[in-house]
């Protein structure tokens, strides 16, 4: 009976031994095949040194098993020494195993990362493109409707004209909000603001919307809900106006959309308070079934050729990321031919206001007789701005690129630009570089001199990079032109006033 252990104990031990070995064969051409090449040939060399070990092994306990005479003793090492092999082997495959799969990790994550950046740079490349051609109709368009001697049909057909090109910017924008969110690294640009005054700049535009729609606009802010708040100001509008523009446009003639904002709850320990936004409209509504749908990207109830409101099915995705990049939730209430409820309840942080400072208002009153400097590789799109510099009684000259734009204002006499308007893609020296040579002049007015940015680069990031150069503000193409009046009356006249404090 003992020697059956015994025996037993060899043999299992040596068969135990074959299929280290062969794990051990397995082992070697699974690393040899990861490491291609000569590294690979050099791993795998030295993964068949212990094979030979465990051959000679085996060969040594065959030798005892057949021809010698083991004890308990020796039997019960040569077993142990199978187990402790077959032990070592499964955890070098476990270890091996980590290791490829933390490398295989770290390969898609890169993988991503690079995915990523070219999606960025595609759709700031696609936002550059569309965009160009976008500002010399939209700029166009606003040219020729400024003609007085025009027809009504012809003013008429400029006015869709107009409509439909920033009805495909407001896609475009849509789409480029979607991408900046979708980040992992998305932040919040957090400021301090008084809420009624955000609420009052989305009222203006909300009107405005629903008036083009026949659509009755209303607006209710609970006094428990006003205050002044540090969040994102900029996202909270863009969330309420992207649920009030879908409200206006999917309400008929006649309806109703409101808004009203109230404060759902008070966070003494945080000193938060839950801010609820509910826009609720009279139009089209939605189905049941549609519903778990409303928020995904680029999907609408109807999506024919034949439905008349339009959209990219965009409009509710941002408003949802945003909100959630937000720290809030959003809901959603409908009925096909009642109407539809959006609830947005975000966290705003409240805040002690600043200490205002009673000063005059810098803003000029106009342009008349300013002189603006155009850094513009497109000579149409320079004759755009021009025409419209021209239209409020601002004189412009004309720079085909950031170097021509650093000469002619270092040729210049003192204080003789107002205020530059910069391009950021052009040959020869972009825009980014053109704004810090300028300010690098030694020279007064380099350093004081309105720089604004006026490009078809619309990203988050373009904006960081363009204050990061020395640039007063980021105004997009397609021209704005009551934007682009307002902001050159601000700066102009804020280094007009700080001149004169100067001199002073």
Request: aromatic share 6%; hydrophobic share 40%; charged share 25%.
């Amino acid at each position: 009976m003992l020697n059956i252990l015994i025996y037993g104990m060899v043999f299992a031990g040596s068969a135990l031994m074959v299929f280290n070995i062969i794990g051990f064969i397995r082992y070697a051409i699974s690393v040899s095949k990861m490491l291609n090449g000569e590294e690979g040939t050099k791993r795998y060399f030295i993964l068949i040194f212990p094979i030979v070990l465990l051959v000679m092994f085996l060969a040594g306990y065959l030798a005892v098993g057949i021809f010698g005479k083991p004890d308990l003793i020796v039997s019960g090492i040569l077993f142990g020494g199978s187990i402790f092999v077959f032990i070592m082997y499964i955890l070098l495959n476990r270890i091996t195993k980590r290791i490829v799969d933390r490398k295989r990790l770290e390969a898609e994550l890169l993988a991503a990362d690079e995915s990523n950046r070219a999606k960025t740079m595609f759709l700031s490349s696609m936002s550059h493109e569309m965009r160009t051609p976008m500002n010399v109709i939209i700029g166009l368009d606003t040219v020729a409707l400024s003609e007085p001697d025009i027809s009504e049909s012809t003013r008429d057909h400029l006015v869709k004209i107009g409509q439909s090109a920033k009805h495909l910017l407001a896609l475009i924008n849509s789409v480029l909000d979607i991408n900046d969110i979708d980040k992992e690294n998305s932040t919040l640009d957090e400021q301090g603001f008084y809420l009624k005054d955000t609420l009052e700049q989305v009222n203006v535009i909300s009107e405005t919307l629903c008036g083009q729609h026949g659509v009755i606009y209303g607006f209710k802010l609970d006094e428990g809900a006003d205050g002044y708040y540090t969040a994102d100001e900029m996202k909270l509008k863009k969330i309420l106006m992207e649920l009030l523009e879908n409200a206006a446009k999917y309400t008929e003639k006649g309806g109703f959309v409101d808004l009203f904002v109230e404060c759902a709850r008070t966070n003494a320990e945080t000193n938060e308070k839950q801010i609820r936004f509910t826009v609720k409209d009279t139009g089209i509504g939605m189905s049941t079934d549609f519903l778990p749908k409303v928020f995904d990207v680029f999907t609408r109830e109807d999506p024919s050729t034949t439905n008349s409101r339009g959209g990219g099915g965009l409009g509710c995705a941002v408003a949802k990321k945003m909100t959630e990049i937000m720290g809030g939730k959003i809901k959603v209430q409908s009925e096909k031919g009642i109407g539809t409820v959006f609830t947005v309840t975000v966290p705003l942080k409240v805040t002690e206001p600043p200490v205002k400072e009673v000063q005059a208002d810098t803003d000029l009153e106009s342009l008349e007789g300013c002189r603006i400097l155009i850094v513009e590789d497109l000579p149409e799109n320079a004759e755009i701005v021009a025409d419209l510099l021209e239209l409020e009684g601002a004189e412009s000259e004309h720079a085909e690129n950031g170097q021509i734009a650093v000469d002619m204002f270092a040729a210049s006499s003192a204080d003789y630009y107002d205020a530059i308007l910069m391009d950021l893609r052009m040959p020869v020296m972009d825009g980014h570089t053109a704004a810090r040579e300028i300010r690098k002049l030694d020279r007064p007015d380099a350093k004081t001199v309105p720089i604004l940015a006026l490009t078809a680069n619309a990203l988050e990031t373009d904006i960081k990079q363009s204050i990061a150069s020395g640039m007063n503000a980021h105004l997009a193409k397609p021209t704005d032109s009551d934007q682009l009046y307002a902001a050159l009356k601000k700066f102009i006249g804020k280094a007009k006033a700080n001149k004169k404090e100067t001199k002073q």
